[in-house]
């Protein structure tokens, strides 16, 4: 089976390495015959070009992967590939997460495969055991932590005391954080993923836009400090929560008690919770990201392909769900700077405490509505402000 | 597709519930044709009988679902259902431990699926996750807590401070420990496990006579309180690695630090990680028994069937590996009655201490070979010896 790989960066080239090294009999099946990159200064193998149309016009070639991140062009790439019949691998959260269902319905007017397992979770089995416990159940609850960087970040802040700004750095300076790196820390990268994960989990198309989104920009060592001496851990979480035809997701950062799995997921890694209604709570480990963990959830992509086993977990996205903002629900510690902001948190505050010059408070239980309420009055007067829910 | 099903337990009675109750539409191709109960005061239902012959010499039927449980008849059973043409689908640990190979091997002749998930990790999908990641990656390393009696055991014996024994009939009261405890809690239920997760990890046949194994029988309330002292969580682990062409394979009980994953999985759960060559690892969390999950992981295998969709994970256990028991190794924690044990103990122990009217060791660290080489001598005179490997 002849594959065309569109982008050769850390994805492009972790996919390359492991058909071309692998030892396993099924990689014999599989050529790399045309690689897309950008620059032709950096063509350095015999089937490089910088035309995208020798791969999307190759009639020999059966599956294309994208990996060039971004929306434009890979949009217009993977819709020209799959209607010209050829099945695409996807590895770009951010062109799936807003074409899922026009790729999906695409890919099946043309009889191919369109698959993304790498576009959340990396090199974890995630999207596919969603597909197989669907076979089955119904599933009521996705949650996880989908963001290696953001966890190493608050792994090290607790591990190791640093603060928010020098630990980031480091994460730049090692490769884990962008040089702009406020789609990971302000959650939006797992927002993309959570369309894709809870339209699977709950057959339908939801949106971006439904998902209130809070990062970890603003945490402070005296907010870590304070959650040590509670015994508890901060993690910034996906969840979404399915009841009959209601749905609700959010992106926040969540506080889990210590002796819990999720306090324990420790550098980049990622863990995904889902919860079927005959097999109870699942859960599935594994780095998030990185050339061979993201390259090799490709390959096992093309796999399917070439084995035809995609078939056996077909999709379509057709179920009509209506957005319920209180069906997540929990208790807030919020910390803010303002002493008038006290005004405004007066009747949903549990206990007030100062947290060295900062005040905080812990809230009575708030639906995602009203603490979304909450936190855009708030958001007013302050700047800094920091927000957890307790798991 | 038609099914019968060998024994109507709680494994067998969940099969049938999700069958007939799953509103997905993958089910409504799924038709439960008969049913062999022991008894035939029990039967309940129309398609019951207490003939074998009436499900295995039924040419309607295609698929065998085996829940009986115990070696004999279901090793016959099994064998002529897939001579005759039957797929099977077998939840029975001990049989499929000791036959895989064989019923493997029949299956393949006969051009039908023998598959097993439900025999070991219940509702995990880890079985399937192995042959997945063996489509591209070596595995080097196999363990987890696949026992969720014991997990039970030692979790309350941690959290609520239970002795052994009251537990264990609290355990039994409830009904998640037989009257007779021994495969549980003596490690023997992992130990077969560990033959099938360790054949199919590294394609080739691991007897349960290879495997060192030790269960928590003689755990006792001071050894915990020393353990929590430690800040470390004890937990029922089987393990196997591989090295070029050399394995090792052992079920003991196992020290964790509390920041670890492992130390976290709470009363019955189980959890299994493998380690593959570019997926790195991998772990997967559920529960480990019970109707509805273990009933879910073999209606996943019929499906699987269904579509064919097993063809594309073929498997032949054909590498020939050799046993090398210094391949797992750790330091132990021993604690002993003897004062006169010492001085076989004198040349390993790092540290030395009473713990209430027993004595304990710390060792330096021992391979598998020097320690159980240990073990067999101090049992001439230790009767209820406990040891645990420092993980």
Known sequence: MKIGILGFGTVGSGVYEIISNSGNCLMKNLEISKILIRDKNKITLDNMTIEPNELLCDDNIDVIVEVMGGIHPAYEYIMKALKSGKHVVSANKAVVSK??????????????????????????????????????????????????????????????????NE????????????SDPSADIDGIDIQRKLTIISSLAFDTVIKEESI?????????KSD???????????????????????????????LFTNNTIEANVSENFNIGSLTGSSIGELKFYGQGAGKLPTGNAIVQDII????????????????????????????????????????????????????????????????????????????????????????
Chains 1, 2 share one sequence.
């Open 304 to 391: 399917d392909i070439y084995t035809e086993g995609y078939q056996n977990y077909p999709y379509y996205f057709d179920k009509k769900l209506s957005l319920n903002q209180n069906l997540i629900k929990g208790k807030y510690f919020i910390r803010f700077s303002n002493e008038q902001s006290k005004e405004v948190l007066k009747d949903v505050a549990n206990d007030y405490f100062k947290l060295d010059s900062s005040h905080a408070i812990i809230t009575n239980e708030l639906t995602i509505k009203e603490s979304q309420s909450l936190f855009e009055k708030l958001s007013k007067s302050e700047t800094n402000l920091f927000y957890a829910r307790y798991n």
């Open 212 to 220: 209130p989104t809070f990062g970890i920009r603003h945490v402070t």
């Open 224 to 254: 870590i400090n304070y959650f040590k001496k509670q015994n508890i851990t901060l993690k910034l979480v996906a969840t979404s929560v399915k009841n009959n035809n209601d749905y609700c997701s959010c992106v926040e950062p969540v």
């Open 99 to 164: 074409y899922l269902e026009e790729f999906t319905q695409t890919a099946k007017e043309h009889n191919v495969g369109f698959l993304y397992e790498a576009s959340v979770g990396g090199g974890i089995p995630w999207l596919k055991s969603i597909k197989q416990v669907k076979r089955i159940d119904e599933i009521s609850q996705v949650y996880g932590i989908f963001n290696g960087t953001s966890n190493f970040i608050l792994y090290n802040m607790f591990e190791k005391g640093y603060d928010f």
């Open 167 to 178: 630990i980031l750095k480091l994460a730049q300076d090692k490769g884990y954080a962008e």
